[in-house]
Nanobody, 119 residues
Framework: QVQLVESGGGLVQPGDSLKLACVTSAVTLDHYDIGWFRQAPGKEREGLSCISSSSKNIWYAGAVKGRFTASRDTGKNTVYLQLDNLSPEDTAAYHC????????????WGKGTQVTVSS
């Protein structure tokens, strides 16, 4: 069972930043597109970003475009999501997934890291 592991979440104030990481030792993440998602209590899962395996194509949802930035570190087999200018509406559990941006089919998921934005 391939498991992705997210880290970097926490409790921050409005306007602060966080950098989330997605890692695994089971597969090479460069072989997959990596999607980032979030889910707040009582709400449906929301797609935030998808970075292609080559990093040449990156998609962002309108709600986060200009505030969130996806990137990869090939040497560390890690994918990042930089979260800037956070607001309380960004409070959710954030998950990464490995698969295909185009088909929106993801084979492997992480259990998530909690981001809480509160003053």
């Amino acid at each position: 069972q391939v498991q992705l592991v997210e880290s970097g979440g926490g409790l921050v104030q409005p306007g602060d930043s966080l950098k989330l990481a997605c890692v695994t030792s089971a597969v090479t993440l460069d072989h997959y597109d990596i999607g980032w998602f979030r889910q707040a209590p009582g709400k449906e899962r929301e797609g935030l970003s998808c970075i292609s395996s080559s990093s040449k194509n990156i998609w962002y949802a309108g709600a986060v475009k200009g505030r969130f930035t996806a990137s990869r570190d090939t040497g560390k087999n890690t994918v990042y999501l930089q979260l800037d200018n956070l607001s309380p509406e960004d409070t959710a559990a954030y998950h990464c997934a490995a698969g295909s941006c185009d088909s929106e089919i993801y084979a492997y998921w992480g259990k998530g890291t909690q981001v809480t934005v509160s003053s």
